[in-house]
């Protein structure tokens, strides 16, 4: 009996198998058959809700389906048997329709909570600030200089030659830089994005940071921060899809200890001009793409 189930069900394991194989592999280097590890601080949160979410319907599903397997066998069509005429119960009906809607409930709530969390708290003042604006099809990238602080972006100034939308003569940007594709972030420092789009609706999303977020042209998102709690290398990936090349907007993205992400940021700060040159505003636009 146990054989013959095996045989029938065999050849659907390995389809599934060599199925979903290539397709994961590409994608993921860790945990192909999961989740993605999580490293930020608010993925926590979200892992916990998903597992509350996936035994709460792992229990109903289990529990319906046997209850329906089992009445399909007891209540199976037998000659000189005749059947029985149920009009219900109202007791099992009020009892089954009000749990789940305290569970619904309870979710909601408590998603509505982290949700607030995560998105509608200001971050901390200590946030290193990082404007990620999406473009077709890839990403530019604006970190501040030592300064600490970026230039205001105003999504009316948004152009071709001026993807964040700042206004070149403030001060605050003069010592940022730009990299396209390539993100770096401190380990165990809030990050502060200031999400923008150039041209069509793209989205930021890191599954590792349980972070995704739309970025609608017209609009600079500042209220989304992560906090990386471990280092590593992932892929920012665009998540709506943009265009022809939707599938090739992929960003490189690490978390580093934050000795070598100065260092890094050390090296891709624009040339010193700045201080040497008087202070009479040439704009230095030179580091903007
Ligand atoms: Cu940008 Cu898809």
């Not at 189930?5 to 592999?25: E, I, K, T």
């Not at 209220?223 to 892929?235: I, M, R």
Request: glycine share 8%; aromatic share 14%; hydrophobic share 45%.
């Amino acid at each position: 009996m146990q054989s013959r189930f095996y045989r029938f069900v065999s050849p659907f394991l390995v389809l599934l198998f060599v199925g979903l194989l290539p397709a994961h592999a590409e994608i993921r280097e860790t945990s192909v058959w999961w989740l993605p590890r999580n490293v930020n601080m608010f993925g926590h949160a979200i892992d916990f809700i998903f597992y509350v979410i996936l035994v709460l319907t792992g229990v109903t599903f289990i529990g319906v389906f046997s209850v329906l397997a089992y009445f399909l066998v007891k209540y199976r069509a037998r000659p000189g048997v005749p059947a029985i005429h149920s009009h219900g119960n109202n007791t099992l009906e009020v009892v089954w329709t009000t749990i789940p809607v305290f569970i619904f409930l309870g979710l909601a709530i408590y998603g509505n909570e982290e949700w607030s969390r995560m998105r509608r708290k200001t971050p901390p003042a200590d946030a290193l600030p990082v404007a990620v604006v999406g473009e077709q099809f890839g990403w530019n990238v604006r970190y501040p200089g030592p300064d600490g602080k970026l230039a205001k972006m105003d999504a009316k100034k948004v152009s071709k030659e001026n993807p964040f939308g700042v206004d070149s003569a403030d001060p605050a940007g003069l010592d940022d830089f730009t990299t396209y594709n390539d993100l770096v972030f401190p380990v165990n420092r809030p990050i502060r994005l200031y999400l923008g789009s150039k041209d069509v609706i793209h989205a930021f999303y890191v599954p590792e940071f349980r972070l995704y977020q739309d970025m609608v042209p017209g609009r600079v998102y500042d209220f989304v921060w992560l906090k990386a709690e471990a280092t590593g290398k992932f892929q920012l990936a665009c998540n709506q899809l943009c265009g022809q090349g939707h599938y090739k907007m992929f960003g490189k993205l690490s978390v580093v200890p934050v000795a070598e992400y100065e260092s890094w940021a050390k090296g891709k700060a624009p040339a010193p001009a700045v201080t040497a040159t008087s202070s009479s505003a040439t704009p230095v636009v030179s580091n903007q793409r």
